[in-house]
């Protein structure tokens, strides 16, 4: 029964996953706004979920020449799916690429489809509650 209940939730676990990583990167392209040369990133939503299903999610390993070297995210991936740059409406004479209108619209966009998420789990969590209730 255990295994029924993980796999009816795993869709949903792996989505709120992948937004939270997302909310995380977006906050990262805002925090950055102002930093010259950042180039603002994000992932493809829709494929980075499609690979999490697969089950081919294998983080890379990372090499590190020296004990001193800090542990973190080598491949640009999340979940396995690849980190991509967006491509500037217009580039700035710093070489930023942010636009804060569309990393606020992005933001608030998986923010909303985030809580819907968290909704939608709570309602399955209740249904099966009503259904083990004598």
Known sequence: ????????????????????????????????????????????????????LSGSTQPLAMTASSSAHLQGNAGGQIMGAPVLYRVPEQPSADGNTVNMDVERAQ????????????????????????VLQP
């Open 1 to 52: 029964m255990i295994n029924s209940l993980d796999d009816a939730l795993r869709f949903n676990q792996l989505a709120l996953n992948l937004r939270g990583a997302r909310q995380e990167l977006l906050a990262s392209n805002v925090a950055n706004a102002d930093t010259p040369g950042y180039k603002a990133r994000d992932i493809d939503f829709a494929s980075a979920l499609q690979h999490a």
């Open 107 to 130: 933001a608030t966009d998986n923010a909303l489809r985030y809580e819907v998420g968290v909704s939608f789990v709570t309602s399955q969590f209740k249904d099966l509650t009503a």
